[in-house]
Nanobody, 124 residues
Framework: QVQLVESGGGSVQPGGSLRLSCAFSGFTYYMGWFRQSLGLGREGVAAIHINGGSTYYADSVEGRFTISRVSRDNNQNTVFLQMNSLNPEDTGMYYC?????????????????WGQGTPVTVSS
């Protein structure tokens, strides 16, 4: 059973940076980050294959966001989302998720477990 614990959200000015963390235990093929902004649908922004390290990004964050992971023994892992050059359009609730697949983008169709969410606000 995968368990997810998120941290790292907050408020930042445009052009600033934040790093989100998601600690998880248990087995999963992929971990990803989704966001939901007020009035908009949920968007998959990044994902990483836990064993192989392949990464996937939405066009809207490519070159600004970086997903990475640290693996430890006993299926204890942490996934990070480093977010740079933030702009107000990046504001939203960010959710960590365990996924079974990444096909044609980071889709919530393949999410097996959601984190509780952490808020990100980009504003001057």
């Amino acid at each position: 059973q995968v368990q997810l614990v998120e941290s790292g959200g907050g408020s930042v000015q445009p052009g600033g940076s934040l790093r989100l963390s998601c600690a998880f235990s248990g087995f999963t093929y992929y971990m990803g980050w989704f966001r939901q902004s007020l009035g908009l649908g949920r968007e998959g922004v990044a994902a990483i294959h836990i064993n192989g390290g392949s990464t996937y990004y939405a066009d809207s964050v490519e070159g600004r966001f970086t997903i990475s992971r640290v693996s430890r023994d006993n299926n204890q892992n942490t996934v990070f989302l480093q977010m740079n050059s933030l702009n107000p359009e990046d504001t939203g609730m960010y959710y960590c998720a365990a996924l079974s697949r990444v096909v044609e983008g980071v889709s919530d169709k393949f999410v097996k477990l959601w984190g509780q969410g952490t808020p990100v606000t980009v504003s001057s």
